[in-house]
């Protein structure tokens, strides 16, 4: 059985209101304890952060997701099983490869 991911969005106010409640799940007395020593070398040794240039937002371009349409498509199965191996997200993985081709084509094209 596939587990099924329970993504909520939320406004910063909303958000706000949740951990004045008491109701987030983050242990936000463990955050707001660390100094911004800590943090900046928590932020140093995030994998994910980790190559990031220090100006990297320089060239940042807002992107607003547009709305999604389901459909019916066929993969051939050792494509679609790579994805999954990949962990959770890997419809939005599929369509990401399928945009950045989408892009280059407009890019040859022009």
Not at 43 to 52: G, K, M, Q, S
Not at 72 to 84: E, N
Request: aromatic residues 10%; glycine residues 2%.
């Amino acid at each position: 059985m596939e587990k099924k991911e329970d993504i909520r969005r939320y406004t910063s106010a909303e958000l706000k209101a949740m951990r004045a409640r008491g109701e987030s799940k983050t242990d936000w007395a463990r955050f707001d304890a660390k100094s911004e020593e800590q943090l900046e070398r928590d932020i140093a040794d995030d994998p994910d952060y980790r190559d990031a240039p220090d100006d990297w937002y320089k060239n940042a371009t807002l992107v607003i997701p547009t709305s999604k349409k389901m459909l019916s498509l066929r993969l051939d199965s050792d494509i679609l099983d790579w994805f999954k191996q990949q962990g959770p997200g890997y419809q939005t993985r599929i369509n990401a490869v399928l945009r950045a081709y989408a892009d280059q084509a407009k890019k040859r094209r022009a």
